[in-house]
């Protein structure tokens, strides 16, 4: 067998969208399990923390610092270093002691929190604790701690400012008292009176302001700020917060699932894209249709399957040497088990047919799904009777709707055990395809059957079907090495969709024939009239009568050589013997 090596097809850039929702909707199982433990995890991290309670005092910072040499209070105060001290170890201290509670300072500092709403001079002390009334009298204890921190601090630096204005007042006192004594030793009209007059006026223009800064030191009281909201008993617990425990849980868990399901696509050896054949295999990628059908039959012929088909149909009949004086004859094999190969041999045939040429399937398997395409009410013999020569080959054919030049010939009653006869077979398929244009066997999976590696040297080309999702890489790989085994080259490979494992064979049930102890498909009656003399006459447009591949019109047939239809047989110029013996 003659095979042409065709190049192989380039495949696009990248993974599109559509190939990366095929992907989630194949490990969506594995993704929704990382969100389910993720949202578990979440919920029994929120579950095992002690519930703590929070309670904000609302506190109004004043200004402390006495003025400037006119008496002016400056009111500039930094909001941030004041919550800095409100977070002091001191603060804590003396709250801590206000409380009596056994928490150390430091523990008690790591519970406060403390905020400033922008454009005021508020300071919003928040307490985290326990229980709720912990948390109320955390609050108030650290505001009044800070208040009172804040208001000692303040009369300390104004009683330090005091006393030093005194000791400046008492120093400027006893300068003038002797200032005093000078003049009244003084000589009236002496420059040493009137040098003493002069540093009198100073020493009291000086001492008057000593005294100016020193009243609202003693005058004034210290108002460090005041509380203007209590803390309120806390209703419920603000943490931990169950639904950010359950959201941080289902984004880690969605993150943990997308992992997973990447590491799990790593692992997965079946066939899913056809970069996954062009790859690994050396026989080029003629068809590529991953996703799903509901069942095996002919797609219409708008139908983006269809197109695919067509090119691989236009593919192989560039595939060797054409034929002379003889149709074109493929083996269409899975590389697994399922119907997948079925459903191409189907679409390919009506890809032939469409064009006007002479095709038939031929069903080599038992449980061949391609019994779902042919028309009802065609032969009841099929391919058993064919080679048990009960049957003619070309009167053991069915037809198909809608597509008059496509035949197909059922399995009939063939057992799905015995090995079928290889040379009855072979020389079946030689009386087809003196017939036909193209002849297309369906034959099961070399994996579980020897009838496609004993049927490859009888044939032009093979090829391989992949079912996405569920053949496997090794599948493939053993199919094409069976046929390696006596010497046949692949022509190609093709990825089919995949077909649910539903879809089940139509069977018709063997009978008896007279006579005979084998099992056979019952045979449609055989009407009786003998043909009439003369020329052999066009069969109609409902016959399942194939036309000849040559012109010129046999004489008329044998009496008794009758198609089931009454019509008498055309023949070629040149009738072969053998189908003369049958």
């Known amino acids: 067998m003659n095979v042409s090596r065709h190049p192989e097809p380039t495949e696009p850039d990248g993974p599109d969208l559509a190939t990366y929702l095929r992907w989630l909707r194949r490990h969506w199982w594995i993704i929704g399990m990382g969100a389910v433990l993720g949202m578990a995890g979440g919920y029994l991290a929120a579950a095992v923390q002690t519930p703590v309670y929070q309670a904000t005092t609302q506190v109004v910072v004043r200004a402390v610092e006495t003025g400037d040499k006119n008496g002016a209070v400056q009111n500039k105060i930094n909001l941030d270093t004041e919550a800095q001290v409100v977070r002091s170890l001191v603060v804590a201290e003396k709250a801590r002691g206000a409380l009596g509670t056994a928490l150390s300072a430091d523990r008690m500092s790591r519970r406060v929190g403390v905020t400033v709403p922008p454009n005021s001079q508020v300071l919003n002390i928040t307490y985290g604790a326990e229980t709720a009334q912990a948390a ?131 692992l997965d050896r079946r066939v899913r894209h056809g970069r996954d054949l062009a790859e690994r295999f050396a026989p080029a990628v003629l068809m590529e249709a991953p996703g799903q059908v509901n069942a095996v039959g002919i797609v219409a012929p708008g139908h983006p399957l269809a197109a695919e088909i067509g090119r691989l149909r236009n593919v192989l009949a560039t595939t060797g040497p054409p034929p002379a004086g003889r149709g074109r004859t493929v083996l269409v094999t899975g590389a697994s088990t399922g119907h997948a190969a079925a459903f191409v041999v189907a679409n390919l045939a009506a890809a032939y047919a469409r064009t006007g040429q002479q095709v038939v399937a031929v069903c080599a398997t038992a449980d061949s799904a391609l019994v779902n395409v042919a028309a009802p009410g065609g032969a009841a013999a099929g391919l058993s009777d ?150 052999a006459r066009r069969p109609a447009d409902d016959s399942t009568m194939i036309l000849p591949r040559m012109i010129e019109v046999a004489p008329p047939p044998a009496p008794g050589r009758m198609q089931a239809n009454g019509r008498a047989v055309p023949r070629q110029a040149a009738p072969d013997p053998r189908e003369s013996a049958r």
């Open 136 to 266: 109320q009298a955390g609050s108030r204890a650290l505001a009044a701690a800070y208040l009172d921190l804040r208001g000692t601090d303040a009369r300390r630096r104004m009683d330090e400012e005091r006393k030093a204005l005194d000791g400046q007042i008492a120093a400027v006192t006893k300068r003038l008292d002797g200032i005093a004594r000078q003049i009244a030793r003084a000589k009236d009209e002496s420059s040493e009176r009137e040098r003493a007059i002069a540093d009198r006026n100073v020493l009291t223009d000086q001492l008057r302001g000593l005294n100016e800064r020193r009243s609202p030191l003693v005058a004034s009281a210290v108002h460090p700020g005041d509380i203007i909201s209590e803390a309120r008993l806390p209703e419920s617990p603000s943490a931990p917060n169950a639904m950010l425990y359950l959201v941080s849980g289902l984004g880690a868990g969605l993150l943990l699932g997308l992992c997973l399901a990447a590491f799990a696509d790593r």
């Open 386 to 535: 064919v080679l048990r020569r009960d049957t003619p080959a070309l009167a053991a054919l069915s037809s198909v709707t809608d597509l008059p030049s496509l035949r197909v010939l059922l399995p009939g009653a063939l057992d799905a055990v015995a090995e079928l006869p290889l040379a009855a077979l072979a020389e079946t398929l030689d009386t087809l395809a003196d017939r036909f244009d193209h002849v297309l066997v369906h034959a099961a999976s070399p994996r579980v059957s020897v009838e496609a590696q004993a049927l490859a040297n009888h044939v032009d080309a093979v090829l391989v079907v992949a079912e996405s999702g569920r053949t496997r890489r090794t599948e493939v790989a053993g199919a094409i090495a069976r046929f390696d085994q006596v010497g046949v080259e692949v022509a190609g490979l093709a990825l089919a969709p995949r077909v649910p494992d539903g879809v089940v064979p139509r069977r018709v049930p063997p009978t008896q024939l007279p006579g005979r102890g084998r099992p056979a498909v019952a045979a449609a009656p055989v009407p009786t009239t003998p043909a009439s003399a003369g020329p």
